[in-house]
């Protein structure tokens, strides 16, 4: 295993020229009011989690830095969208739908031009895969196009007027105000997206935060951004949360708040907003989503699954498997099986193929997880993978834990990284208790055949977890199912149409069905004289 770790960081000199940062790249620019400003102040420097061979050591990476800005520019991109916005009366809320969605696929038809930065800045940044990175941007581009279509048809459903008791209305969804948008590091280009472009193409206006992570790989869209809607519509501020973002929710000027990340720091940031009851929250927070596999199971296809499932990009992810509970009747045979799986991961730099381990992006992870390991072992678990937990500089090899309890932290918390323990379990109320019990509730995955003790599962989780996975990973596609969450995992529900209608509220005009008050209406749709009122149809 050591001379396994001792290959995966390279030589400089080694890597595809193709994919080489040769100069770091120094940022200054940030978007304001339709205008790219050059910050002259402190920059953040971006470390890449590659290390790089130097002699008989190790060197990080430096890929280049972001500008530190402070609340000042903050609440100046915040009155930049305020404006914008204008309580509702602004260019862009009042604008017809047709006309918003030109300008959004402007923008996606510059974005698809820069993929390949974004890609090679995915790789570098957050040691995401090339084949991961390239998914990435191209789910982050279709799920545009499946938003315009949403957008569409909820649009055409809207041209209509109803009739209902004697009266008469029209009932269409229109935006909330100004949206502040923060997206997690481990899809800084998808997951952001998928609230940046609900939330503007209902009507809002935006000031974006990119990811603590994955940040410099918005740099090649900025212009984009500039270019393709009316100044103050979409504004990106960098710096430090704690001064730009708390900023920006101390002046109660925030209508819509859509964060990805720990609900810690999502609890902590709505706190500090003046009028909590006038904030709508659409959340992506913390899970511990765990697979029971049951002594009928497919136990190759669950090998499978969870091997996908806990350990894709580095089990990074919120949706990934955090926990496996295991029936005692097969759990030496699931455990061989899942670690000659293991064995099979390839680890290594983004850009090599085939690699299926990189190094970690989070500073301090590795700490992390090594003490969690500690604690499962000082509370009777074993690391029963060859070379299970072994680690050099940012890069962690999967940990796989056996039997964990309880006892151990690993049992609770959501380790965001490659350790995987395992539980044996006789009784099916011991899975069920702690899916019950959890503080998290997004999904569930079960493997089994037998479709009683499946559907009795399926009728124990159904109130505890926003998704039941059958014989297959925790996952969030397709974009279309509803993407949610109980209890402390999530706040609103995510998918193309969800989205739509989470940036949005339902208004109406309605009257009494007189005939001068048809003839009214008529008079008003048949003149154009309202965007409101309208029966145009979108083709």
């Known amino acids: 295993m050591s001379q396994i770790l001792e290959h995966v960081f390279p030589v400089e000199n080694t890597i595809p020229e193709q994919y080489e940062i040769a100069e770091p790249l120094d940022q200054r620019e940030y978007l304001i009011n339709g205008e790219l400003k050059i910050w002259n102040g402190n920059l953040n420097p971006v470390a890449s989690p590659?290390?790089?061979?130097?002699?008989?050591?190790?060197?990080?990476?430096?890929?280049?830095?972001?500008?530190?800005?402070?609340?000042?520019?903050?609440?100046?991109?915040?009155?930049?969208?305020?404006?914008?916005?204008?309580?509702?009366?602004?260019?862009?809320?009042?604008?017809?739908?047709?006309?918003?969605?030109?300008?959004?696929?402007?923008?996606?038809?510059?974005?698809?031009?820069?993929?390949?930065?974004?890609?090679?800045?995915?790789?570098?940044?957050?040691?995401?895969?090339?084949?991961?990175?390239?998914?990435?941007?191209?789910?982050?581009?279709?799920?545009?196009?499946?938003?315009?279509?949403?957008?569409?048809?909820?649009?055409?459903?809207?041209?209509?007027?109803?009739?209902?008791?004697?009266?008469?209305?029209?009932?269409?969804?229109?935006?909330?105000?100004?949206?502040?948008?923060?997206?997690?590091?481990?899809?800084?280009?998808?997951?952001?997206?998928?609230?940046?472009?609900?939330?503007?193409?209902?009507?809002?206006?935006?000031?974006?935060?990119?990811?603590?992570?994955?940040?410099?790989?918005?740099?090649?869209?900025?212009?984009?951004?500039?270019?393709?809607?009316?100044?103050?519509?979409?504004?990106?501020?960098?710096?430090?949360?704690?001064?730009?973002?708390?900023?920006?929710?101390?002046?109660?000027?925030?209508?819509?708040?859509?964060?990805?990340?720990?609900?810690?720091?999502?609890?902590?940031?709505?706190?500090?907003h003046p009028k909590p009851h006038r904030l709508k929250s659409i959340l992506g927070l913390d899970a511990k989503n765990p697979a029971i596999v049951l002594e009928d199971a497919d136990i190759n296809n669950a090998v499978t699954e969870c091997i996908t499932g806990s350990l894709s990009f580095n089990g990074q992810r919120c949706t990934a498997l955090k926990i496996?509970?295991?029936?005692?009747?097969?759990?030496?045979?699931?455990?061989?099986?899942?670690?000659?799986?293991?064995?099979?991961?390839?680890?290594?730099?983004?850009?090599?193929?085939?690699?299926?381990?990189?190094?970690?992006?989070?500073?301090?992870?590795?700490?992390?997880?090594?003490?969690?390991?500690?604690?499962?072992?000082?509370?009777?678990?074993?690391?029963?993978?060859?070379?299970?937990?072994?680690?050099?500089?940012?890069?962690?090899?999967?940990?796989?834990?056996?039997?964990?309890?309880?006892?151990?932290?690993?049992?609770?918390?959501?380790?965001?990284g490659p350790v995987v323990p395992i539980v044996a379990f006789e009784n099916d109320d011991e899975p069920i208790n702690y899916v019950v019990n959890s503080n998290y509730g997004q999904q569930v995955s079960v493997f089994g055949t037998d479709s009683k003790r499946v559907a009795k599962y399926v009728d124990a989780f159904v109130n505890q977890v926003g998704r039941i996975n059958l014989n297959s990973q925790s996952q969030r596609g397709p974009d279309t199912f509803p993407f949610n969450g109980r209890k402390d995992s999530a706040e609103g529900t995510l998918s193309v149409a969800d989205a739509l209608r989470v940036f949005s509220i339902r208004t109406l005009v309605a009257t009494k069905n007189t005939e001068a008050n048809k003839q009214m209406l008529g008079t008003i749709i048949r003149n154009r004289e309202s965007a409101f009122l309208s029966t145009d149809y979108i083709i």
């Not at 005692?328 to 730099?349: C, H, R, T, Y």
């Not at 992870?365 to 060859?386: I, S």
């Open 50 to 272: 590659v290390f790089l061979k130097k002699g008989n050591g190790y060197e990080q990476k430096i890929i280049g830095s972001t500008p530190l800005l402070t609340s000042k520019e903050s609440l100046e991109a915040l009155d930049a969208a305020a404006n914008a916005y204008n309580l509702g009366q602004g260019l862009w809320p009042t604008m017809s739908v047709t006309e918003r969605i030109e300008h959004i696929e402007n923008f996606l038809a510059a974005m698809r031009k820069k993929r390949t930065e974004v890609v090679k800045l995915l790789m570098w940044e957050i040691g995401k895969t090339l084949k991961d990175s390239e998914k990435e941007f191209d789910r982050t581009c279709d799920y545009i196009v499946d938003t315009i279509k949403a957008y569409k048809d909820l649009d055409r459903n809207s041209a209509k007027l109803v009739e209902e008791q004697g009266f008469m209305a029209q009932i269409r969804r229109v935006p909330l105000g100004v949206a502040l948008c923060m997206g997690p590091y481990n899809y800084p280009l998808n997951e952001t997206f998928t609230t940046l472009f609900p939330a503007l193409i209902m009507g809002n206006t935006v000031v974006f935060k990119p990811a603590k992570y994955g940040v410099l790989l918005i740099r090649p869209l900025l212009e984009a951004f500039r270019d393709s809607f009316p100044p103050g519509v979409i504004n990106i501020i960098y710096g430090r949360g704690r001064e730009t973002v708390g900023a920006l929710m101390e002046s109660g000027k925030i209508d819509v708040f859509a964060f990805i990340g720990t609900n810690k720091g999502a609890n902590d940031l709505k706190k500090l």
């Open 324 to 416: 496996v509970f295991v029936h005692k009747s097969i759990i030496d045979s699931f455990i061989q099986k899942f670690n000659a799986e293991v064995k099979k991961l390839k680890p290594g730099m983004p850009w090599d193929s085939g690699v299926g381990l990189t190094p970690l992006p989070e500073p301090g992870k590795v700490d992390y997880l090594r003490n969690l390991v500690e604690d499962a072992k000082n509370n009777g678990a074993k690391v029963v993978n060859e070379g299970g937990g072994e680690y050099l500089n940012s890069f962690f090899y999967p940990a796989v834990l056996y039997p964990v309890n309880n006892k151990m932290k690993i049992y609770y918390e959501e380790q965001f």
